[in-house]
């Protein structure tokens, strides 16, 4: 008898189990080597796809249909259509063709291109991705597709994602040739993407123009308590939260989502959710609609879920951990190829594989940087709840000292301690894992898999996957050339390992990457420090990392451009709103707040000195000087913001307008806020104008 759980799970997805109920035997085979071995769709099968997903759709509430895209915005997007068609005497039937599911027509001018498409070039193109299981959400049937333009560019994040995916899987199976693997039939990548985010009451939200408009809080002045007692990580979930988080998790469930774990961040009102592995566009794909669904199950419990990387200053803010692995796929099952084994110096295939990953992290560091840049990782980026900005690999000292014998072409022996004594007789003795942790690095081994920790919590998980994907591909590709040509291939590998370890050991840190003393080292090792979007985003574009992607086919020159300048453009948007923002904040809701408690203060101090003329100089005129001295730099501040947005709008150069956000306008922001949050400490807490930090962090109970 089936668990209530397992009943629910999938029950809003077209997936395996219903296509083969559904279709038609010849039909289902199809389907299956199209998400299997990537073979072309025939549109008799396609036909037969779109009749029984039309009706399993309409069994399930939907009305509507619609091609599921995520173009260059970050989110998502969908355009519905109705399954509804004209029959005779002016009644209805419901049609849905094979053509339909296949292919979509969408406006692409009113999504960003970065000069893909003119304004006035208006076609597009969505196309079904098949190896993503199309699912019914509020009443409309979303079938997963990419989305590319007139001219056949990628306008979206799903097709160079399918691309990398494709050329991994191209230069892996070279590898696993040379090893005598014949059995092997693709890889491909698995990502599990750890989601944390913020819940605050929505009566606060409100409250809070900056909230509304930039996701997170441009001023505030910290609470007496935030994380200083680290106990709300781990800790046990209030009542209000738990009731969203077993929502959240069921609505998951019917998407056929594996959300997992489940608990408290370590700010106050952080959480997290952590979803099983799944196939790397299929796991991008379900963290979009967690995202989706997170937002829209909170606001049913009078929350508001934030997942802007840095909502509230002072306190961690919010990342995203790509957990990343590579795996085989044969009759006979799945094996991990990041999986070193006991004797992971004898594992040739996963030092091969190893290499690999160390050599494109160190050769495309600016490029992985750059696929996390947004101006709200900005501020998490090198906090003390998140890595650097520098990208590095911990690998734990067993791993490393193990790879520095190899580089120096000697034998290495691991060491025996495979238990590890808790010092209490009752407890069971625990196997100890082949590495630490190290919650500093930007790139861990995590025993069997590499966790990707740079990506901020609003990001979409697809760019720093197709990145990551393109550049292992051509180092396995570089592998793969040589060994191919060896004469003899064992002195071949073992040269090329020694070689590749020791020209890329740069890229390997165990220690803390929160000292100062690393950025120091880190600049003697050559290593990039790219602290900001205006440093990170434009390095897209050099030349190295512009002919790895095109020799692997991922982008092309033109995409990578535009992309650059999305990203740019986003960047420099969202500074001008959040500069914006403040200024309308300090004119119209801090400044008259601070002079309607100086006229209380004056009130006040009138009244103690017409009962005693001996008093010189009371409490009141104190605090008053201090507030006139805090108005008057906070009124200057705004001045000076709102000119500043103004003139952003003016720059013409994207690169230009990011660099002067940085150099110019964050730090304006900067002494507004620190003007703003020292008259919120003086002015009093019935006449403040918005919910401190205090109502927002702790108001969830």
């Not at 193109?125 to 989305?147: E, Q």
């Not at 990502?191 to 409250?207: P, S, T, W």
């Not at 990392?545 to 960047?571: C, T």
Request: charged share 25%; with cysteine; glycine share 6%.
């Amino acid at each position: 008898m089936k668990s209530r759980i397992e009943e629910l799970f999938g029950s809003m997805v077209f997936g395996d189990d219903a296509m083969r109920e559904r279709l038609p035997e010849d039909a289902y085979r199809a389907i299956r080597r199209t998400m299997d071995e990537g073979r072309r769709l025939d549109i008799s099968a396609a036909n037969a796809v779109a009749l029984a997903m039309k009706d399993w759709a309409l069994e399930h509430g939907a009305t509507h249909y619609t091609h599921w895209f995520q173009p260059m915005t970050g989110i998502t997007a969908e355009k519905h259509d109705s399954f509804v068609s004209p029959a005779k005497n002016g009644a209805a039937i419901t049609e849905f063709s094979g053509k339909e599911l296949v292919r979509g027509e969408s406006d692409a001018s009113s999504f960003p291109s970065g000069g893909l498409r003119a304004t006035f070039e208006a076609r597009g193109y969505t196309a079904w991705d098949p190896t993503s299981y199309a699912f019914v959400k509020d009443g409309v049937l979303c079938i997963p597709t990419a989305f590319c333009s007139y001219g056949g560019e990628a306008l979206d994040k799903k097709t160079p994602l399918l691309r990398s995916m494709e050329a991994l899987n191209r230069q892996a199976m070279r590898i696993l040739r040379l090893f005598g693997d014949a059995e092997s039939t693709r890889v491909t990548t698995t990502v599990g993407a750890e989601q944390e985010y913020f819940l605050i009451r929505k009566e606060d939200f409100d409250l809070r123009r900056d909230l509304i408009y930039t996701g997170r809080t441009l001023f505030g002045a910290p609470a007496p308590k935030g994380q200083q007692l680290d106990d709300h990580y781990f800790g046990v979930i209030k009542p209000r939260v738990k009731a969203f988080m077993d929502e959240l998790n069921e609505e998951l469930w019917k998407l056929g989502i594996y959300a997992k774990t489940e608990h408290n961040e370590v700010a106050p009102a952080q959480h997290e959710l952590a979803p099983v592995f799944c196939q790397a566009n299929i796991a991008c794909d379900q963290n979009q609609i967690t995202m989706e669904i997170m937002k829209k199950v909170a606001a049913r419990h009078g929350l508001v879920c934030l997942l802007h990387e840095k909502p509230f200053e002072g306190i961690n803010g919010s990342g995203k951990h790509d957990n990343w692995a590579l795996s085989s796929l044969s009759p006979s099952g799945c094996k991990n190829l990041l999986d070193p084994g006991k004797t992971p110096q004898d594992n040739t295939l996963f030092l091969v594989f190893l290499s690999a990953v160390i050599a494109a992290v160190d050769d495309y560091q600016e490029l992985l940087r750059a696929s996390v840049a947004t101006a709200g990782n900005d501020h998490r980026l090198g906090a003390s709840e998140a890595p650097p900005a520098i990208i590095s690999i911990f690998l734990g000292d067993e791993l490393t000292s193990m790879l520095s014998a190899i580089g120096r072409g000697e034998e290495y022996a691991v060491s025996d301690g495979t238990l590890m004594g808790t010092g209490v007789h009752v407890l069971p003795k625990i196997p100890k894992d082949n590495t630490d942790r190290n919650r500093t690095s930007p790139f861990a081994f995590t025993g069997n898999k590499f966790e990707f920790r740079m990506p901020g919590s609003s990001c979409s998980v697809a760019g720093p996957n197709i990145f990551l994907n393109a550049a292992v591909a051509d180092e396995l590709c570089r592998f793969a050339d040589e060994l191919e040509k060896a004469e003899d291939f064992d002195a071949a590998l073992r040269s090329m390992l020694c070689r590749t370890i020791r020209e890329h050991e740069r890229i390997i840190f165990n220690g803390d990457g929160y000292k100062g003393a690393w950025e120091e080292e880190a600049a003697k090792r050559g290593l990039s420090n790219l602290r900001t979007c205006a440093d990170a985003i434009p390095r897209m574009l050099d030349e190295k990392n512009v002919e790895m992607l095109e020799r692997q086919k991922v982008l092309s020159r033109r995409e990578i451009e535009s992309r650059m300048e999305i990203l740019l453009e986003n960047y420099v948007k969202l500074i001008q709103i959040e500069a914006a923002t403040m200024a309308d904040m300090i004119n119209h809701d801090i400044l008259p707040a601070a002079l309607k408690y100086s006229k209380i203060l004056s009130d006040g101090a009138a009244a103690k000195k017409a009962i005693s003329s001996r008093l010189s100089i009371c409490m009141e005129e104190k605090l008053l000087y201090t507030l006139s001295d805090l108005t008057d730099e906070l009124y200057e501040c705004g001045n000076t913001l709102a000119c500043q947005s103004e003139k952003i709008g003016t720059v013409e150069n994207s690169k230009d307008g990011a660099e002067f956000c940085r150099d110019s306008v964050l730090p304006a922001m900067a002494r507004a806020r620190r003007a703003a949050d020292e008259i919120e400490k003086c002015v009093g807490r019935e006449y403040w104008c918005f919910p401190t930090y205090g109502d927002l962090t702790f108001g969830v109970r």
